[in-house]
């Protein structure tokens, strides 16, 4: 009787084995996405988790592979009408051809050209029409986007097919109130098609739930069109009708006849594909990545050979809440800044990949040149400190009174302790690692800061609502704003005010004449008050230290190995295209110069 | 008892795994008597600086010189050339350096170094060379220009003027000897992704990982013990209670719990002692349970019930009477304990729950820091094989003295 059991169990679990793996297999067969080695280009550290919708205007997209409308967007599948090239801060036409303002003193209007050539994936011209319609579409469906672009445009106009009149939001001195979020939403805005928009209108039941249509029928204009996608992978596939190989744009369409994505576990799991040759192109942080060709001889290389390897255009910050007792003072702030240990932080947490704040002395402004020169460096020296100066700390601390009078090794400032909490997402490597170099200098100097590393949900519900002591984000790095906008994501009291603040300005410091300054730069033109206010900015920033740049830190971070595919833009190369991964403003050029590896 | 401990010292089993253990647990005190330096401190400035010891370059400079007639490098340039690099060089030379075919099939290694001095132009165009190729020949061309260069090296210093003055030049014969040096510091295990010296801080994590096993161990074989005790004995409505809660805690996976328990009493709050006893409490239910049913089995014998018709007290009873006779297997299960409570640690700190990092080291936290900074896939070995290899070691030793006191205590495995 028990063999007869064994033996029954035995043949139906073989059973069972074989139905599942011939089930596996039929599916396999059936179109699982895979495109031959040949013909995709493979990426790496874009997209995490399946991509859930293809609707620019959604809120709550997990597409970051097709879709990103950013300080340099991605063009792939919706285009902009100009691409931005962080090489040499200039906006390169794409839909547009050109642009101008109608009156260069007020900018109160500004007219957009657009390419006669361009057409959408249905074969549709693409008009003025089409642009406008996706700003009022935008707007109407109160997209996040659509509410930041009704700040600074009051509205669009078609003038013929091809010119787009775009009116700012103006002034009661009759001057344009924003002039340069205009030039960045030229690159910012995606271009959809009006008839389409007016599809999915009627399909929802109000404006706003066009912001959750998943848009998996989608019309646009980009060289790639969705393919295939699932939890393991995203796979695009050219549009062979593409308009840009119209000799107006690009002459020929890109090289890569698929865009392939292969959505890993995490950071290792896509390390190995990348050394194994399974992905082209990666923006991942590689630690010790010169070891892969300097000892594993890989044919991987960065954009630069030597450190840093990459081109630096941001500054994670540490934000202090100066709201919370003992924050609200500035010698503790500062105290911490000094102490903190930059070069061991570029050294470790960021594996020497970024340059150092002795290359490049601290201030608002990335590393780039046309940022350095915006402001007189001579007025700073005195203000910015070099950091690991736990004597200085010390010393600062116990002349401002705030000494440990209970004995415990920590500080007290009216009787409160001095111990903070040092919040930024768990997983975020180097970030975590420089929150811990932090913490290591509080203990230093006497003031208790402990990490705290939660869901990256967490994270941004505590930073948009001011919920930290102190907290780690970014600002926003190369693009068309800045260093306008990175000043006033540092400095801009009015960001407190919001509810809901993605803006910047997270610790809610408040200072009267910054925002003064602040308000008159969007419109400032004149060179030498440009430099004059940007200094004073800075001389207020490191007095007042509402937070500070613990390094700098690549915008993206561009591997490539070419194992299978060559020709990427490098340093030096005589192209002008910029590391942007292929796929992001100026720098998807590189999809058009991109050739296969003989042999 | 003398004879019982002197059985447990005849089982070879038990003397490895106890020689093993307390090696270690001697190791982690004698250590930090001839290395003080804080284990926590971040000395190397970089990510995973490999083993070796590292001497001053100043120091070097200033220091004695002593003339070896060993022959210098540059002698023979073919010899320091790798074969695979030779055959790069050759491809390049014909392919972009004008080189014709002939000439190069007849060159000889410092024909073909002469050649490659005199043509390699990293400003040439290299059509159809990968831009990885490129920039290795770059370093190539680096490599071999320190090489061949027989030109002495010439040290200066900025004097008041800011003008470079020669202090001393330095041949390919001079040699100075490592221990004139004063500042050097050896890495007998190289450097974390802090840049902290791994030996130190494994020693110390080593440390802290055992005082989480002690108290875990001590926290739950207590708790079990003291429960199964109570319940065997009593038994009745007490036993039912008991057993109903040593069940709850049996069918909730502990581990779950224990993330639970740690996550939220949050990151200032979790220091040794807290995620040590933490750990002990969620895990004594199957010391409980062990403990009862032996005592269940124990509380008719004639001794107990000779003991109760005395008019003992239970608590006598219980300790004289009962304790005895569970306390081999009491002794094993607290062993057991120790070590599933280090594993425990090591697996909370690779989720980033344990201690927190600034504050103390332990071998989880060692781990975590090691797979984030992928010390698996550079080749860093030394970040976290001897972590694993310190784990191992010690639920190693554990098990085999476990093995060996069962072998000693237990009559169906005696010899």
Redesign the interface.
């Known amino acids: 009787m028990k063999k007869r059991t064994i033996k029954m169990v035995a043949a139906l679990a073989s059973a069972a084995m074989l139905a599942t793996s011939i089930g596996v297999g039929a599916f396999a067969s059936e179109g699982d996405g895979s495109t031959p080695r040949n013909e995709t280009l493979y990426f790496g550290g874009q997209q995490w988790g399946a991509i859930n919708d293809w609707n620019p205007m959604s809120a709550n997209s997990n597409n970051a592979m097709g879709i990103q409308q950013k300080d340099s967007t991605r063009t792939l599948i919706y285009e902009t009408l100009f691409m931005y090239n962080l090489l040499d801060n200039e906006l390169y036409p794409l839909l547009g051809t050109e642009w101008a303002w109608d009156d260069e003193a007020t900018m109160a209007s500004m007219t957009v050209k657009l390419n006669p050539d361009a057409h959408w994936s249905d074969g549709t011209a693409l008009t003025a029409a089409d642009v406008v319609a996706t700003f009022d579409y935008n707007l109407k469906c109160q997209s996040s986007y659509g509410v930041e672009m009704s700040t600074f445009i009051t509205s669009m106009e078609a003038v013929d097919d091809q010119t787009v009149k775009i009116n700012s939001v103006v002034g009661d001195d009759g001057v344009a109130v924003n002039p340069l979020m205009i030039k960045q939403m030229l690159q910012k805005m995606y271009v959809m098609q009006k008839a389409y928009l007016e599809t999915v209108e009627a399909r929802c039941e109000s404006p706003e739930d066009m912001k959750l249509d998943k848009m998996e029928d989608l019309v646009a204009s980009g060289p790639y069109m969705p393919y295939y996608d699932d939890e393991q992978k995203v796979v695009f596939i050219r549009d062979e009708n593409y308009w840009g190989q119209a000799e107006s744009m690009w002459g020929s369409l890109p090289v890569p006849k698929y865009i392939g994505h292969v959505i890993y576990k995490d950071?290792?799991a896509a390390?190995?594909a990348l050394?194994q040759g399974e992905m082209d192109v990666a923006q991942l942080f590689?630690?010790?990545v010169q070891?892969m060709?300097?000892?594993k001889?890989?044919?991987?290389?960065t954009y630069i050979?030597e450190p840093p390897y990459n081109i630096a255009g941001t500054i994670p910050t540490c934000w202090f809440n100066v709201e919370k007792p003992g924050l609200d003072r500035v010698e503790v702030r500062k105290a911490i800044a000094m102490a903190t240990?930059y070069?061991?932080i570029l050294?470790?947490a960021m594996?020497?990949q970024s340059p150092s704040f002795a290359d490049v002395p601290r201030s608002m402004m990335n590393p780039s040149d046309p940022e350095q020169a915006s402001f007189d460096h001579d007025a700073l020296k005195d203000l910015q400190w070099i950091g690991k100066d736990i004597e200085g700390a010390n010393a600062l601390l116990d002349e401002a009174g705030i000494v440990d009078t209970d004995g415990d090794g920590i500080r007290e400032v009216d009787g409160t302790k001095l111990?903070f909490?040092a919040e930024c997402p768990?997983g975020w490597?180097d970030w975590?690692?420089s929150l811990?170099?932090v913490?290591?200098a509080g203990?230093e100097i006497g003031i208790?800061i402990?990490?705290?590393?939660p869901e990256a949900s967490v994270w941004t519900d505590d930073y948009t609502t001011g919920n930290f002591d102190i907290l780690m984000n970014s600002v926003t790095g190369a693009s068309i704003t800045n260093p306008f906008y990175r000043c006033k994501q540092f400095l801009y009291g009015p960001f407190a005010d919001l509810e809901i603040n993605y803006s910047g300005n997270y610790g809610h410091y408040r200072n009267a004449e910054a925002d003064e300054i602040l308000d008159g730069l969007a419109t400032e033109t004149d060179p030498e008050a440009l430099k004059a206010a940007y200094t004073r900015l800075n001389e207020i920033y490191l007095t007042d230290v509402p937070s500070f740049g613990l390094m700098y830190r690549p915008d993206m971070f561009y591997t490539?190995n070419?194992t299978v595919w060559?020709g990427?833009p490098?340093n030096e190369?005589g192209t002008n295209i910029p590391p942007a991964d292929c796929t992001d403003g100026y720098g998807i050029a590189a999809l058009y110069q991109l050739e296969l590896?003989?042999g | 008892m003398k004879n019982t401990l002197r059985n447990i010292f005849h089982s070879p089993k038990f003397v490895i795994g106890f020689v093993i253990f307390f090696g270690l647990l001697l190791f982690t005190f004698i250590y930090p008597w001839f290395v003080m330096a804080d284990p926590l401190e971040m000395v190397g400035q970089g990510n995973f600086f490999k083993p070796g010891t590292y001497v001053s370059v100043k120091d070097t400079v200033d220091s004695k010189y002593y003339t070896l007639n060993i022959q210098a490098k540059s002698a023979n340039l073919g010899d320091h050339i790798e074969d695979k690099d030779k055959a790069d060089m050759r491809d390049w030379l014909v392919n972009y350096g004008g080189v014709s075919q002939e000439e190069m099939d007849a060159a000889d290694d410092n024909t073909l170094v002469a050649l490659w001095l005199e043509h390699y132009d990293s400003k040439a165009k290299q059509k159809g060379l990968l831009a990885s190729k490129k920039k290795a020949f770059v370093r190539l061309d680096k490599e071999i220009q320190k090489l061949a260069s027989d030109a002495d090296m010439i040290i200066a210093q900025e004097n008041e003027d800011g003008e470079l003055e020669e202090t001393a030049s330095v041949d390919s014969q001079q040699y100075v000897n490592t221990r004139d040096i004063s500042n050097k510091r050896t890495f007998v295990l190289g450097t974390d992704n802090f840049g902290r010296d791994v030996l130190t801080e494994l020693v110390q994590a080593t440390k802290v990982s055992l005082k989480i096993g002690l108290i875990a161990g001590t926290v739950a074989t207590l708790i079990g013990l003291l429960l199964g005790l109570l319940s065997g004995y009593i038994g009745g409505v007490f036993d039912d209670v008991i057993i109903f809660i040593t069940n709850l805690f049996t069918v909730i996976p502990s581990f779950v719990l224990l993330i639970l328990i740690t996550y939220s009493v949050g990151q200032n709050a979790r220091g040794v002692t807290l995620i040590a006893t933490v750990i002990g409490a969620t895990s004594w239910t199957w010391t409980c349970r062990s403990v009862r049913s032996q005592v269940i089995s124990l509380r008719n014998r004639d001794h107990v019930n000779l003991s109760k018709l005395s008019g003992h007290s239970m608590m006598r009873i219980v300790l004289t009477d009962i304790l005895p006779y569970v306390a081999s297997y009491v002794v094993m299960a607290f062993i057991l304990q120790i070590s599933s409570g280090i594993l425990a640690e090591a697996q909370l700190s690779m989720l980033g729950l344990g201690p927190s990092t600034t504050t103390t080291a332990t071998l989880g936290q060692m781990m975590n820091w090691a797979t984030l900074y992928a010390a698996h896939l550079n080749g860093s070995w030394w970040a976290y094989f001897p972590v694993v290899f310190v784990i191992t070691i010690i639920a190693f030793s554990l098990n085999l003295m476990n093995t060996g006191l069962d072998q000693v205590f237990n009559p169906q495995l005696r010899d």
């Open positions: 950071n290792a390390q190995t050394e590689l630690t010790d070891k060709w300097e000892e001889e890989l044919p991987i290389t050979d240990d070069d061991q050294a470790s594996s020497n111990s909490k768990s490597t975590n690692a811990e170099i913490a290591a203990k208790e402990e990490t705290y590393f490539v070419e060559t990427y490098m190369d590896v003989e």
